[in-house]
């Protein structure tokens, strides 16, 4: 088992489609990573009033918008990049330069919602 | 010893969990965005409305199964060692069934 090996992430390069597809499963090990945490603040929500502002202010405070944000992210980017892959699986935009397109539209709409909804949490 | 991975089954549980989730959050984020903000009462009563907890439980399941497959691909994917993968894997498996009886609970004592 000695084949040749490379794996220096800063020299490879990626085309969109890799980025898209790479930063899908990335988000997928974070979202999971997080499920403790996510799991904990239900509980804490749910189990009395004074737990449950206290959830509130925690999400109120400034690294709790960010890091709630930030999770929103990860979860954006996993929807509308599964999304992709559901559409290759009934073989729309699964040519060569349909995918393509469709990565920059995940893009796109991800960074278009990311916007809105920090407009929307934010103020 | 062959310990079969992935298959048809797999990957249609993979692809249902996902679009259940997805028209459960379709659906309950819009609803959610119109009734915030919510005070303690709300929330509680809004989790033990019957379909709402039970759609949410369901939620969890397919969340739990469709992390479970993911999880696992990416172990498949990047563990060689079999000894590693397996306890990584059993670990996993584990972890991801102690949250869902967690949850499971959370969402029972709702109606407590």
Known sequence: MDRPKHLNLFKIHLPITGIVSIVHRITGVLLVLSLPLAIWALQLSLQSESDFLQIVSSLSSLFGQLFFLLLVWFFVHHFFAGIRFLMFDIEIGSSRSGSRAAAWLVITVELFTMFMFARWWLL | ?112
């Open chain 2, 1 to 112: 010893m062959s310990l079969r991975a992935g298959g048809v089954r797999t990957w249609v549980v993979q692809r249902v969990s996902a679009l259940y989730m997805g028209g459960f959050v379709l659906v309950v984020i819009p609803l959610l965005m119109l009734k915030l903000p919510l005070d303690y009462q709300q929330w509680h009563s809004m989790l033990a409305t019957p379909w709402f907890n039970i759609g949410f439980m369901l939620f969890w399941l397919a969340l739990f199964f469709h992390a479970w497959i993911g999880i696992r691909d990416v172990i498949l994917d990047y563990v060689s060692n079999f000894s590693l993968r397996f306890s990584l894997l059993t670990a996993v498996a584990l972890a991801l069934s102690a949250m869902a009886v967690w949850v499971l609970k959370i969402l029972l004592l709702v109606w407590r």
